[in-house]
């Protein structure tokens, strides 16, 4: 099998889950395991919810969603709440139904968070509603993407169809609507989008406590259409469904789709899924060098030691400590969005001593940590010598989503 260097999404079955992966150079670089749709509490799901409780120490009001399943929504988004059974203040109550959408999957200890700013994402732009909109003069309106060209950003801020649009609704332009030819289809899935939150806000007063008001796609859909649309020229499945949703999908109109039939050998045999599977669930990962990593998730954070192993330094140590360092450093980035880690991590590399070689590698990892498609920071080398860096969260972890049972989850 050939390298293909553009890349290709596979959606296959392998573990008893519906994997998407986006694979490049024979590797794979991000990867999602299908949840159950019926789930309550999926991400992207908005409800009519129901304040339970407020806190007022941790600033959190916690909204019922479903029959015994509570989600956590932040008391700062308090006059951003569509509410359903009162005139809206600026304040939420014990007793207040309101439009919730869930932005993030429970973990753990951690609930199901939920935000009162609903967004519906498109493949170009996404479209979100705030209370706050219409009485706030610093409203930017229409905002890009920071990863877009500045050519492209001056564009879509000042198109007028978007404009008028954004004067209800926020828009965020999204990184795939950078370099486009034509800007038609930008402005048509804007307007498409505000026509399907203008309706989900009509009948979320018109529906009942706990209902589901708005169901996000698949997550192969959402996968498709979240991914860099220059990382890939090609998607794969071996489910005739699948493929069928795919060439009637918005998201696959630039790319070709491609039903794999052959039942000699699965799709997932081919690309030696499992295997890779396994050296993302392994807390070791080896580099070309013959050095290595350990990646530990804990509860609070994610621990990454970088070894020497069988590498030699020979006489030129220093170079020899940057050259390892350079290249974790390649592998940590890629190990982060393979394995969707996030939240704080802490990398222990080879202590360096010059203080150019040190900036070389904290530049390097800021550039590696910009190709994610979720937003990536290096934050600071601490005084022990440990580089830390903050990967956003949206949702679980690889080996949370493939270690998931097919209960239905809740708190």
Known sequence: MTENENGKILILECRNKLLSILFRSNRIVEIRAERNAETIGRLGNVYVGKVQNISSNIGAAFVEIGKGVMAFLPLTEASEAVLTNRNADGRLKIGDELLVQVVREPVKTKQTG??????????????????????????EGVRTSAKMSSKFRHLYKSLEPLRQIAGQYAIIVRTNADGLEDVSPVVEEAKMLAAQMTHLLEIGNKRVCFSCLYQSEPEYLSFVKNCYQFEYDEIVTDRKDIYETLLASEYTKSCRVRLYEDTMLPLYKLYSVETRIKELLSKKVYLKSGAYLIIEQTEALIAIDVNTG????????????????????HAIAEALRARNLSGMILVDFINMKKKEHIRQLTESMKAFLAKDSVPAYFV?????????????????????????????YGV
């Open 380 to 408: 600071d080398i601490t005084g022990l010598g440990l580089m830390e860096i903050t990967r956003k969260k949206k949702s679980r972890s690889f080996a949370e989503q493939m270690a998931e049972s097919t209960e239905r």
């Open 310 to 329: 069988k590498y030699e330094a020979g006489k030129e140590r220093e170079a020899t400590y940057l050259k390892i360092n350079l290249e974790a450093a």
């Open 114 to 139: 939920v935000s009162a700013v609903l967004s519906l994402p498109g493949t170009y732009v996404a479209i979100e509603h705030r209370q706050t909109l219409s009485s706030n003069p610093q409203h």
